[in-house]
């Protein structure tokens, strides 16, 4: 069965801290692994990592993935009050899109 | 563009009930899928759909049914309500999984 962990499961930092927030995999016939960000409502999509080694970057998050640990980071420096979230990571595997396999979640919670 | 929409928002049901969440997307997405969020455990997965006409159970599958008569349609139904299915349900679709997953903004559902 696939497994998607992620750690810390909670974070707590104050403006200006720079966090990472793991993420490791075992998917059948891995993919892909996706980060994600959920405010109150819907997750919204931050990166999609296939390749590893190659980092992805937008504004002060970035990710990286790592084949050969099976791992993933995800990256915030600079961190604001707007970051405070529920970041989740997600992979994907076999020969369908449709199955995401989704760790438990990362509570960050930013201070000002 | 509607994305994913998901009806209804809020639903209180009595145990033993059974009613229909109901999903649909614009995108001309082939694969559809849909979640359960509970605290803690980070988004689980139903049940998925390659396209229409396919459908596959997910992780936790017990309780829930689903079709996909047509590309834009992927309701899931609960057939005999329990307490263990109070919940926040989410559909997600997308196309390739080249540009992640695109996710409806939820049901909340208690069960009583």
Redo the contacts between chains.
Sequence with gaps: ?DK?V?SP?SLVVHEGDTVTLNCSYEVTNF??L?W?KQEK?????LF?LTSSGIEKKSGRLSSILDKKELSSILNITATQTGDSAIY?C?G?GGT??????????TILTVHP | NAGVTQTPKFQVLKTGQSMTLQCAQDMNHEYMSWYRQDPGMGLRLIHYSVGAGITDQGEVPNGYNVSRSTTEDFPLRLLSAAPSQTSVYFCASTQTGVYGYTFGSGTRLTVV
């Design positions: 069965e998607v992620q499961l993919r892909s996706l994600y409502k819907a997750p919204t999509f999609m989740l997600a994907t369908s899109y449709g199955k995401l396999t989704f760790g438990q979640g």
